[in-house]
């Protein structure tokens, strides 16, 4: 597999530019390794999944980038579908900030989910969980 180029080396004019450039590094990876095209849809989740399951497990020093790069762009999806910006928050309950979602005021934690896929497994269902999410924010809308 090829490895990803470490982003924490660069810098970013913001986190929307950071969280993009590893949404483009999944990518490629993606079509690089798998053969998979993501492309920003909702309906590319399940490709997403199979890319993950490839790709697991996951070597603990490597978890925290493949978390940033695969939920970069899960995250990414969210914000292209919905009027969302990313910026810096603590989980409920948490100790530490990281990227997140805000959605007209709710906050979605890709990234989170993302670790959660990667060191838990498929019960942590990423297409479940943007159905549930999209589900809420409509109604939302209404």
């Known amino acids: 597999m090829t490895k990803a180029t470490p982003e924490t080396d660069r ?3 913001s986190l929307e530019a950071m969280m993009q450039s590893y949404a483009e590094t999944a990518v490629r990876l993606a079509a690089e390794d798998h ?3 993501l492309d920003y849809s909702p309906e590319s989740i399940p490709r997403l ?3 993950l399951a490839a790709r697991v497990p996951v ?3 490597e978890q925290e980038e493949a978390t940033r790069l695969w939920g970069g762009y899960y995250g990414e999806i969210f914000r292209r579908h919905w009027p969302a910006e990313w910026i ?3 989980y409920p309950g948490g100790q530490f900030a990281m990227p997140a979602l805000d959605v007209g005021g709710s906050q979605i ?3 989170l ?3 959660r896929r990667l060191t838990i497994g498929p019960g942590e269902d990423l ?3 943007y159905a549930k999410v999209a589900s809420a924010l409509e109604a939302k809308r209404r």
Request: glycine share 12%; net charge negative.
């Open 11 to 13: 810098e970013f004019g």
């Open 35 to 37: 053969g998979m095209t």
């Open 49 to 51: 999944e199979t890319v």
């Open 59 to 61: 070597p603990a020093g």
């Open 88 to 90: 810096m928050a603590v």
């Open 109 to 111: 934690y890709p990234l």
């Open 113 to 115: 989910k993302v670790f």
């Open 127 to 129: 297409s479940a969980f």
